[in-house]
C-alpha cells in the first residue's frame, strides 16, 4: 500500500459527514489500494460526538483507513492535506433561504481559508457549507492556495437534475448526459435542459413538453432542498454525501469524451461572468487533473433571462460578504 492520502473534513460530527466519512474510510473514493488518513475539525462543543463517529470508524474496521486525527483548531485539520472537505457550518431551517446563513457561516470561511495555507501543494478544497458558492469566495480570497483548486458544490443539484430527466423520460439515469447547472446553488440556479442529452438527443426532442421543462422541471430542481427539510425536518445529508463523493471523482478522473459535469469554479470572465466570482460552469477534467470550462454552450434568450438572475443573486451574495473578502 502507498502513502496514506490525508484527507480534512469540517463539521465531522455533522449529518453530512456522518455519510461521507464512512464512504470515504472504506476506500471508495480514492481506492481499495490508498491508504486514508482523516483530520476531523469540529467546534469544541461537538467534540463528544465526534468522539462517537471516531469509535464507530474504528469498528468498521476499514482496511484502507490508516488513520483518525481529531481537532478544533482548522491549523491542525489542514496540515499537510491533499483534499479539504469544508461541511462544517450551520444548515438552513425550514422557511430560510440558504442565502440568509450568509453572515452567520461567511466568516468559518475566513479562518479557515487561511489555515489551508498549511495544507500540501496539490491540496484541492470543495465547499459544500451554505451558501456554498460565496463560501467557497470567501475561503478562496483569504488563502493562498491557487484559486483553480478551489470549488464548490453543485453537484446534488446535477444528480437531482438527471433522475428528474430521466424518470419523466422514462430511460435509467445513465442516459442522461451533459447536465449543466449554472451560477448559484440556491433556488435561482438553472438546470440547463436545452444543453443536456437523453441517450445521445437533445432534452428537447425527448421531452417535447416545453412547459413541464421550463416550469416543473426547473423549479422542481431549484426547490428541492427545500421539499427535503420540509419533509424530513433537516436538510438532505445522505444524498449531499453522495454528491460531495461524485463531485470529488469528477475532479480527479477524466471526463467522459464530450461529456461535462457541473461544479461552481472561480469563474475566467466565460460566458460573460464577472471574473473571479464563484459561479456554476459545465466542466470537464483532463487526464493530468486539470479541470477547463466547456466554452460554447448556446442558450436561448429564454435561458439567459435565467442565467442572469442568478448570476445577479451571486454578485449580490459578493457585496453582502465583500468585508470578508481580504485579497479582493
Ligand atoms: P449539521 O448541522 O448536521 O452539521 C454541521 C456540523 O458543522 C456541526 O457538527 C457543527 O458543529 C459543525 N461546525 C459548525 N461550525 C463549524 C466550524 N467553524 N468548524 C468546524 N465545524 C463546524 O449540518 P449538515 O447537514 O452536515 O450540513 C452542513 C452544511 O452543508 C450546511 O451549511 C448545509 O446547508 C450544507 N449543505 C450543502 C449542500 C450542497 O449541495 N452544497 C447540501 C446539503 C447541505
Ligand atoms: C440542499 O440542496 O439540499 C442543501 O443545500 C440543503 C438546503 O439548505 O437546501
Redesign the pocket.
Known amino acids: 500500500m502507498s502513502n496514506p492520502i490525508r484527507v480534512a473534513v469540517?463539521?465531522?460530527?455533522?449529518?453530512?459527514?456522518y455519510s461521507v466519512l464512512f464512504r470515504i474510510a472504506s476506500g471508495q473514493l480514492f481506492g481499495k489500494d490508498r491508504p486514508v488518513h482523516l483530520n476531523l475539525?469540529?467546534?469544541p462543543?461537538?467534540m463528544g460526538?465526534l468522539s462517537g463517529v471516531v469509535m464507530e470508524l474504528e469498528d468498521c474496521a476499514f482496511p484502507t483507513l490508516a488513520g483518525v486525527t481529531v481537532t478544533d483548531q482548522?491549523a491542525v485539520a489542514f496540515d499537510g492535506i491533499q483534499w479539504a472537505f469544508m461541511?462544517?457550518?450551520?444548515?438552513?431551517g425550514a422557511g430560510m433561504e440558504?442565502s440568509d446563513?450568509i453572515r452567520i457561516?461567511g466568516p468559518?470561511f475566513v479562518g479557515?481559508g487561511e489555515a489551508l495555507n498549511r495544507s500540501a501543494d496539490n491540496v484541492r478544497v470543495l465547499v459544500?457549507?451554505?451558501p456554498?458558492n460565496t463560501n467557497c469566495l470567501i475561503a478562496m480570497n483569504n488563502s493562498d492556495v491557487p484559486p483553480e483548486r478551489f470549488s464548490?458544490?453543485?453537484?446534488?443539484?446535477q444528480n437531482r437534475a438527471k433522475a428528474l430527466l430521466a424518470g419523466k423520460a422514462g430511460t435509467p439515469v445513465a442516459a442522461v448526459s451533459h447536465l449543466a447547472v449554472w451560477g448559484n446553488?440556491s433556488n435561482r440556479q438553472y438546470p440547463d435542459f436545452e444543453n443536456a442529452q437523453i441517450n445521445g438527443q437533445p432534452v428537447t426532442a425527448v421531452i417535447t413538453d416545453l412547459p413541464w421543462l421550463q416550469e416543473t422541471f426547473v423549479n422542481t430542481v431549484q426547490e428541492r432542498?427545500a421539499a427535503v427539510i420540509k419533509a424530513r425536518g433537516?436538510?438532505?445529508?445522505a444524498s449531499?454525501a453522495n454528491?460531495v463523493l461524485d463531485h470529488a471523482a469528477a475532479m480527479m478522473e477524466p471526463t467522459r469524451a464530450g461529456d461535462w459535469f457541473s461544479a461552481a469554479v472561480r469563474s475566467d470572465g466565460s460566458y460573460g461572468v464577472d471574473p473571479g466570482l464563484v459561479f456554476g460552469f459545465p466542466l470537464r477534467t483532463h487526464a493530468d487533473g486539470s479541470q477547463e470550462i466547456v466554452q460554447g454552450l448556446s442558450l436561448s434568450t429564454w435561458a439567459r433571462g435565467k442565467f442572469d438572475h442568478v448570476l445577479n443573486e451571486l454578485r449580490t451574495e459578493r457585496e453582502v460578504v465583500k468585508d470578508l473578502l481580504k485579497k479582493s
Open positions: 469540517t463539521g465531522a460530527a455533522g449529518q453530512i459527514a475539525l469540529e467546534i462543543q461537538a460526538t482548522a461541511i462544517g457550518s450551520r444548515p438552513r440558504r446563513l457561516n468559518i479557515q459544500v457549507g451554505n456554498c464548490s458544490m453543485m453537484r446534488l443539484d446553488h432542498g433537516s436538510s438532505s445529508a449531499a454528491a
